[in-house]
């Protein structure tokens, strides 16, 4: 049901990134939310092929997700199902998309993770209840000021 | 106990519709409002307003107070947090993969350069 979204302007042409999206070797060098190593990456990267990539965190935790290529257009388009395994982190299969398009620097990334409660999954309702969230949220921190001061 | 997926779900749930979101933005911006100046801006009737509230209320993310014969509503906050958290957690997963993603195949657009290519 809800989505994220990021974009990337990269000083590289698209060729490369969509080898670094797609080779266990590129893989290795960036996936990961800091500089914790990757553990396992495989990928077969072929509509119906799969992927799986274990990482340690410098904290010691480790992750694993897999999924299967939904989508494969060397080197413009790129989706593939996403789940975690093994882990406690969230039940559930979403899905991950990335689109490649060549600019004058290099490449503009756009990245989207959707899906990520699709138990809820009404689409057209996306945009509403991320928009309603960020709202929110003044108000959250309002009430953490708040209860902080006491 | 409720556990932290099925809270999840409970607070995306009764965000998925318009009016219940709604209810919410006004109560963000009004602290407390009754029931029925809740009901007010909607071509809805009380009963369909109240079943909303039942859903936000079940969510966690408002409390009623009755005093007298007014009902009261007031946003709490807290589910909101951990919805955000939640979302958060892959926001801040995927922009630090991203970043060194493109720090990665720089290098190797230089490198293929220098090789002449």
Not at chain 1, 22 to 46: F, H, M, Q, R
Not at chain 2, 29 to 52: G, N, T
Request: net charge neutral.
């Amino acid at each position: 049901m809800t989505s994220l979204t990021l974009v990337r302007r990269i000083k590289a042409r698209p060729s490369i990134v969509f080898d670094a999206l797609t080779t266990p070797e590129g893989i290795a060098c960036w996936w990961g939310p800091d500089g914790g190593p990757v553990l396992v990456a495989e990928t077969d990267p072929k509509v119906g092929g799969r992927f799986r990539v274990r990482f340690r965190m410098l904290d010691g935790s480790e992750h694993e997700s897999s999924g299967e290529y939904l989508e494969v257009v060397k080197p413009e388009r790129l989706s593939m199902s996403w789940r975690w395994t093994g882990g406690v982190e969230d039940p559930g299969e979403s899905v991950v998309e990335i689109r490649l398009r060549a600019i004058a620097e290099g490449t503009e990334l756009t990245f989207t993770h959707s899906r990520l409660r699709d138990e809820e999954s009404r689409s057209d309702h996306e945009q509403g209840w991320n928009g309603a969230l960020n709202k929110l949220e003044r108000h959250f921190l309002q009430a953490t000021e708040a209860a902080g001061q006491t | 106990m409720v556990n932290y997926q099925e809270r999840l779900d409970r607070t995306f749930s009764a965000l998925v519709d318009p009016t219940r979101r709604a209810i919410l933005a006004r109560l963000e911006r009004e602290e407390s409002a009754s029931v029925s100046a809740l009901a007010q801006p909607f071509a809805i009737k009380l009963p369909a307003v109240m079943k909303h509230l039942d859903v936000l209320d079940d969510a966690g993310l408002i409390t009623r107070t009755k005093v007298g014969r007014t009902v009261t509503v007031q946003l709490r906050p807290a589910p909101i947090r951990e919805a955000m958290d939640w979302l958060r957690r892959y926001e801040r997963f995927w922009s630090m993969s991203l970043d060194r993603l493109a720090a990665y195949v720089e290098g190797k657009e230089a490198e293929a350069r220098k090789k002449g290519r």
